[in-house]
């Protein structure tokens, strides 16, 4: 069994940073992603990172302002966000995929998270 738990969200204004932090408790993710999910819409992917090589992966809407990392000693993800907009306000979500490479589907992943919610003020 895997516990994550998010943390680090808040309220920021555009162009702010945040960094969202998922401590994992019990075994390591082999494919570790976050997405988000905002009022009305569909649970999104935004970045993975594959403990194998360190690869990652990023939505388009995040590519060069989102940056995924994991902390293998701490069991820790990381996902630091950069020049924040509006839109990229919503609850975000860790999640753990213990087997394989898939990462962009919620369907790919075997643990998540409670989600943190991230708020970008214009």
């Known amino acids: 069994q895997v516990q994550l738990v998010e943390s680090g969200g808040g309220l920021v204004q555009a162009g702010g940073s945040l960094r969202l932090s998922c401590a994992a408790s019990g075994r390591t993710c082999n494919t570790c992603g976050w997405f988000r999910q905002a009022p009305g819409k569909e649970r999104e992917f935004v970045a993975g990172i594959y403990l194998g090589d360190s690869r990652t992966w990023y939505a388009d809407s995040v590519k060069g302002r989102f940056t995924i990392s994991r902390d293998n000693a701490k069991n820790t993800v990381y996902l630091q966000m950069n020049s924040l907009k509006p839109d990229d306000t919503a609850v975000y979500y860790c999640?753990?995929?213990?087997w394989g490479l898939g990462y962009l589907r919620p369907s790919d992943y075997d643990y998540w998270g409670q989600g943190t919610q991230v708020t970008v003020s214009s």
């Open positions: 999640a753990a995929r213990m």
